[in-house]
């Protein structure tokens, strides 16, 4: 655990910082950058990239540290406000990837390979456009359909989790 030794963080470890919400890791990117030491500066790129909770009492400290005038019932509103995003970027990410993986699985039925599904995935609104388009392109009309089913699908999903 790499320990903070200067500034308004002093006694914080890197790994405090990755749990304190969008100050900390805002503090973190900028000893990554700036810090002159260069294993300071890849012990805070390593607490960037630990895929870390936001910790509510470290979170509303790290408010407090950063605006001193912030009362206790501020620094909690904001650290419930923290939580409440990191869960929701969660959940997202847990639908994008349920999606995703969903998408990949219809592709991979259909006999394509890594590189194919991956160039689909990337222009999935191209490839939809031309299984609607142009029947010609495709080798028979059961492919065509369950392509054009399985893109569907994947704008559905890709649309409700943007929306919510």
Known sequence: MT?????????????????????GRDYL????????????????ENALKANVAPN????????????PGVTPDEAKRYADEQLGQYEDDRARDIALADADAKL?????????????????????????EAAR????????EAKRRTLLAALETYEEQIGEIFRS
């Open 3 to 23: 320990q903070i030794t200067f500034g308004k963080f002093n006694g914080w470890t890197m790994e405090q910082l990755a749990q304190a919400g969008e100050i």
């Open 29 to 44: 990117a900028w000893c990554a950058s700036n810090l002159r030491n260069p294993g300071l500066r890849r012990a805070a």
């Open 56 to 67: 509510a009492f470290l979170v509303a400290q790290a408010l407090r540290v950063d605006e």
């Open 104 to 128: 990949r699985q219809a592709l991979g039925d259909l006999g394509m390979t890594g590189p194919q599904i991956n160039a689909v995935i990337r222009d999935h609104g191209q490839y939809l």
């Open 133 to 140: 388009t142009q029947p010609q392109r495709f080798s028979s």
